[in-house]
């Protein structure tokens, strides 16, 4: 069983930063995927950054720029770095990691951006 919490949300003025946190526990041997994903009420899902083991990094045009998407694979933690926050960005965030061919997805945690 494979268990994620994302952590380091709240509310934030526009033009600060945060960093989210995605710690994995659980029956992990390797993530091959990691990714950050946001959902706005009323909208759909979206991709914010993602990696993988084969060397991709993608990141939504959005958020080029002033977001990064890293991960202590040790630790099993992933990491988003928020920087320039707008409230456009304003959302519940979550991880999403590919592990053993399964995805595995936390619950969310929300920041919110005041302009």
């Known amino acids: 069983q494979v268990q994620l919490v994302e952590s380091g949300g709240g509310l934030v003025q526009a033009g600060g930063s945060l960093r989210l946190s995605c710690a994995a526990s659980?029956?992990?041997?390797?993530?091959?995927?990691m990714g950050w994903y946001r959902q706005a009420p009323g909208k759909q899902r979206e991709l914010v950054a993602s990696?993988?083991?084969?060397?991709?990094?993608n990141y939504a045009d959005s958020v080029k720029g002033r977001f990064t998407i890293s991960s202590d694979n040790a630790k099993k933690m992933v990491y988003l770095q928020m920087n320039s926050l707008k409230p456009e960005d304003t959302a519940v965030y979550y991880c999403n990691l590919g592990i053993r061919s399964v995805a595995y997805w936390g619950n969310g945690t929300l920041v919110n951006v005041s302009s």
């Open positions: 659980g029956s992990i041997f390797s993530i091959l995927y």
């Open positions: 990696s993988s083991t084969y060397g991709s990094t």
